[in-house]
């Protein structure tokens, strides 16, 4: 009677995910975990991350909380530390945290616009500037590394009174493509993922009550993503051989226009 073995895609892994808490990063955290990567979640919300390691461990994953903004640079820092120390050099970094925040740009809400730069675009480079040195350090000795940041259709779309979420996002994915000019050469993969409406909790910070009705509206109408469908491309991505780079991946809804 033969037995057959099956290889965790992602076993030797070790992963980092930004913004775990909820959504796409708790669910893409899940998933990288049970292909076998060991998997650090980072947010702000301490109890919520520890009882997402606590169901990776119960499951038989491997998972470290750390709870951190990824505005603190510092901060940010000494997570990788801690990261490297208890499990190993990070050679896949989900750079997950952010937030959405529309408004009409005559209302001047400066405090908005502000929250959206300080954490889609400072907190993303503070956490590339983290982990960079541990990707490249991994692709050295095991042939590849990932780094994948959450962009978005807005990135590319035009939206009514989303203009700094949709400049914030236009930022991810140019700075990913000019990323991977400077780091693919050396081993690290550099992808933006780019989903549309996705059923999650970005939505419920949302004030402008014009954008509210039209996200509700549109998600009573059409069948819109999952967080799930986002976390299997960010594995489908690492888990390409090491000689594949996927730059960017868009994810829409079928109905979505």
């Known amino acids: 009677m033969s037995t057959v073995n099956t290889v965790l895609p992602l076993a030797g ?3 980092v ?16 975990a049970e292909r076998g990567a060991k998997v650090a979640v980072l947010a702000r919300r301490a109890d919520r991350l520890d009882a997402l390691a606590a169901r990776i461990e119960k499951d038989g994953g491997t998972a470290l909380a750390v709870a951190v903004d990824v505005t603190d640079a510092a901060a940010l820092n000494a997570a990788a530390e801690r990261i490297e120390s208890e499990l190993g050099t990070v050679d896949l970094l989900f750079n997950n945290a952010g937030v959405m925040l529309p408004s009409p740009v005559e209302e001047l809400r400066t405090d908005l616009w502000q929250r959206q730069i300080d954490l889609n675009i400072t907190g993303l480079m503070n956490a590339i500037g983290a982990f960079t040195p541990q990707l490249l350090r991994a692709a050295g ?48 993969r550099v992808s933006a993922v780019q989903p549309g409406i996705v059923e999650s909790e970005l939505r419920e910070h949302v004030t402008d009550d014009a954008a509210n009705a039209w996200l509700t509206d549109t998600i009573a109408a059409i069948d819109v993503l ?32």
């Not at 808490?21 to 899940?30: Q, R, Y």
């Not at 999952?226 to 109905?255: C, F, G, H, K």
């Open 17 to 32: 995910v930004t913004g775990a808490s909820s959504g796409i990063g708790e669910a893409t955290a899940e998933l990288l």
């Open 13 to 15: 892994r070790v992963a």
């Open 141 to 188: 000795e095991k042939g590849v590394a990932d780094l994948v940041n959450t962009s978005s259709i807005a990135a590319e779309g035009v939206f009514a009174n989303f203009a700094v979420y949709t400049g914030s996002k236009a930022y991810v994915s140019h700075m990913s493509r000019n990323l991977r000019a400077e780091l693919g050469p050396r081993g690290v």
């Open 226 to 257: 999952e967080s799930a469908d986002i976390a299997a491309a960010v594995a489908y991505l690492a888990q390409q051989p090491a000689r594949v780079n996927i730059p960017e991946i868009t994810i829409m809804p079928t109905a979505q226009i």
